[in-house]
T-cell receptor, first 111, second 113 residues
Framework: GQQLNQSPQSMFIQEGEDVSMNCTSS?????WLWYKQDPGEGPVLLIA?????ELTSNGRLTAQFGITRKDSFLNISASIPSDVGIYFC???????????FGQGTRLTINP | NAGVTQTPKFRILKIGQSMTLQCTQD?????MYWYRQDPGMGLKLIYY???????DKGEVPNGYNVSRSTTEDFPLRLELAAPSQTSVYFC????????????FGEGSRLTVL
């Protein structure tokens, strides 16, 4: 099946640092989404991107839909303890009825 | 708002037992999904449904069955549980893939011993 390569797999940072993660694929996607999963919870949507080149912010989070439509990145600025969790990218191929998920980036923050 | 509700939250099964994971949503969403998440891994799609009476296989359907008799409910049945089915199961719903947003339940942690 389709795969999304998400990196890095894990990050250990100091509070206040900026964070960057990305997803790449060999396929072209029509939609890119970024989800966050807190421990013991289901994933929650952070940002949705629908057009190539689109740059969207949600507070301290910024995500971009790559021009080639094969990649996306998520940045978190000035990290805080509640940013801890697993971040997933997800993409939808044209005409598909389901999403493809990346393997996740586990973010740990040292106070 | 209840959103997507899954039961049970935790369950331990013996090898060969069967059980049903329940999922219900109160958002009148047509699309519903079942995913499993193994430790340290991403989400793998088991089955999905685009409306009542319609179901389709995802990436990892073997050992599972689903039904969609109503818009609200999408139960996942495990027949003859195996240790490989030890995982956290998430149900999700969506109004339609054009919007892209999936609403997830809190998960059901299943252990097969």
């Amino acid at each position: 099946g389709q795969q999304l390569n998400q990196s890095p797999q894990s990050m250990f940072i100091q509070e206040g640092e900026d964070v960057s993660m990305n997803c790449t694929s060999s396929s072209i996607f029509n939609t890119w989404l970024w989800y966050k999963q807190d421990p013991g919870e289901g994933p929650v949507l952070l940002i949705a991107l629908y057009k190539a080149g689109e740059l969207t912010s949600n507070g301290r989070l910024t995500a971009q839909f790559g021009i080639t439509r094969k990649d996306s990145f998520l940045n978190i600025s000035a990290s805080i303890p509640s940013d801890v969790g697993i971040y997933f990218c997800a993409g939808r191929l044209q005409g598909a009825q389901k999403l493809v998920f990346g393997q996740g980036t586990r973010l740990t923050i040292n106070p | 708002n209840a959103g997507v509700t899954q039961t049970p939250k935790f369950r331990i099964l013996k090898i060969g037992q069967s059980m049903t994971l329940q999922c219900t949503q109160d958002m009148n969403h047509n699309y519903m999904y079942w995913y499993r998440q193994d430790p340290g891994m991403g989400l793998k799609l088991i089955y999905y449904s685009v409306g009542a009476g319609i179901t389709d296989k995802g990436e990892v359907p073997n050992g599972y069955n689903v039904s969609r008799s109503t818009t609200e409910d999408f139960p996942l049945r495990l027949e003859l549980a195996a240790p490989s089915q030890t995982s956290v199961y998430f149900c999700a719903s969506s109004s339609g893939l054009a919007a892209g947003e999936l609403f997830f339940g809190e998960g059901s942690r299943l252990t097969v011993l």
